[in-house]
């Protein structure tokens, strides 16, 4: 069963870059997409990108898009999220998913089978 962890959150002003790394342990993370959501205090968690397994086509929400950037690096077994100009508005809850190979990638987060444990940023104005 695979494990992911992420790591990387923390507290930045408006404007400032992070990046978030998704780590796998227990399988191979390349055999699966991989999904990023966050959640924000009193929202419903919500699609931020993600990307395919082997070809590694990459979709964005809309309200990230030309901001973050998802990559893959197969040789640490990792999936990160580098996050630029950073908004008030992307504070919350960053998690990380896996789930089954496919060409397209998915928004729901039912879609995905293994989860790794969220990890705060916040993005102060």
């Known amino acids: 069963q695979v494990q992911l962890v992420v790591s990387g959150g923390g507290w930045v002003q408006a404007g400032d870059s992070l990046r978030l790394s998704c780590a796998a342990f227990?399988?191979?993370?390349?055999?699966?997409?991989v999904g990023w959501f966050r959640q924000a205090p009193g929202n419903d968690r919500e699609f931020v990108g993600a990307?395919?397994?082997?070809?590694?086509?990459?979709s964005y929400d809309d309200s990230v898009q030309g901001r973050f950037i998802i990559s893959r690096n197969n040789a640490k077994n990792t999936v990160d999220l580098l996050m630029d100009s950073l908004k008030p508005e992307d504070t919350g809850v960053y998690s990380c998913?896996?789930?089954?190979?496919?060409?397209?990638?998915?928004?729901?987060?039912?879609?995905?089978?293994?989860w790794g444990q969220g990890t705060q940023v916040t993005v102060s104005s």
């Open positions: 998913a896996a789930g089954p190979n496919r060409y397209y990638n998915s928004r729901i987060d039912t879609y995905y089978d293994y």
């Open positions: 227990g399988g191979d993370l390349s055999v699966h997409n």
């Open positions: 990307v395919t397994s082997k070809s590694g086509i990459t």
